[in-house]
């Protein structure tokens, strides 16, 4: 933890605080010096102008106790010796130095006060002729009494200083892991979105280039693709204007109402796949589907698209061969295999992103995701846990 140090915790002073320790101090003095003082004026008058003069330094000096404090509290303390109207500014000094709780230096100021109590004692201008066990007993109390009150002030300083900078600090990380979990929040809306918007365009991209070089389509086939077309890309508009109110508005819930795909959902992903003209072979070797928990569903339903999303950029007209097999004991294997294209060429443009979003996803869950070419083919394999690893705390 942060140890604050003695200029942290003690408050800085206005001259209001300034004005009440100094009226406090010239009490302290007034109540303690007139007896000496009378006696003084009568029998030792310079005395009287020496006590009074080093109690006006004294007092100056007390002005720069928080820059010096321990010599500051060593020069007042130290003056008590031949001046009684320096007890003000000792205490005050004294005192604060006690609020920094240094022990050996509250030690030696506690000491040399005790020490100057008796000493202008030993000097013949106290009135009071009492034993001198009584004024070391008076004196031994009262700075006792003064010194713990100050690292009293100190220690209460610092607590609350302590419990302020707690409580501005649980604020600001509670704000940055609020604000985490947005970012959080909407970088996985993103990801998903990024995985159907690559879908739909496509299946855009893979009609419209059939359009222009397949010269035997009748009118009603080319109007009935054209019609796809616009259906597709409504759909994708629609999802990229979701997109951008996600990551323009930090406070947007997204996508959350809307449902996310499941395993029971790769079916019709397929069956899309067939209409929209691909040739897919599908085998599902799944046992006890209906208990896949929705994560690993999501993410098999996912690394399938995916992979029929690259095959039809990268190698349309062949056949895709999708494989899904597991068990609860065993995890879930995604397989999705085309023949690469000689060229390897794709003239849809991508970025990539799709696989290394999907990489990732699939580790967080405690899987893995490979990609690259099985003799002449080019293949997307994945393996998911069947009981996801939970997500590490942002």
Known sequence: MHEPTPEQYNPPLTWRAHLWRSVLAVAISAAVWPTTAVLQW???????????????????????????????????????????????????????????????????VGVLGLAATMGFSALGTNPDNGPWWVDFAVGLAFTIAMLVWGMYLGSRRELLWTLRDRAERAEAEQELRVEQGRSNERARIAREMHDVLAHRISLITMHAGALSY?????????????????????????????????????????????????????????????????????????????????????????????????????????????????????????????????????????????????????????????TGRVGGSFELHGWLPWTPSPAPAP
């Open 42 to 108: 009568r029998e030792a008058r310079p005395l009287f102008w020496l006590d009074l003069s080093v109690g006006a330094l004294a007092l100056a000096l007390s002005f720069l106790r928080r820059r010096w404090p321990l010599g500051v509290a060593l020069l007042t303390t130290a003056a008590g010796f031949v001046s009684v109207s320096a007890s003000g500014p000792g205490v005050l000094a004294a005192v604060s130095l006690a609020t920094r709780r240094v022990l050996w230096q509250v030690v030696t």
């Open 214 to 370: 397949r010269t035997d389509l009748s009118a009603d086939e080319m109007r009935s693709t054209a019609e796809l077309i616009q259906t597709t890309s409504h759909e994708a508009l629609t999802d990229l204007r979701q997109v951008l109110g996600v990551l323009r508005d930090p406070h947007s819930a997204g996508l959350r109402a809307r449902p996310q795909p499941t395993f029971e959902d790769l079916g019709a992903l397929i069956d899309e796949a067939k209409a929209s003209g691909m040739k897919v072979q599908y085998d599902e070797r799944v046992e006890d589907r209906l208990r896949m928990p929705d994560q690993v569903g999501r993410t098999t339903y996912r690394i399938v698209q995916e992979g029929l999303t690259n095959a039809r950029k990268h190698a349309p007209g062949v056949t895709v061969l999708v494989g899904v097999s597991g068990s609860a004991e065993d995890g879930v294997d995604i397989r999705v295999r085309n023949p690469a294209r000689g060229d390897g060429a794709s003239t849809t443009p991508g970025a990539g992103l799709g696989l290394v979003g999907l990489t990732e996803r699939a580790m967080l869950s405690g899987g893995r995701l490979e």
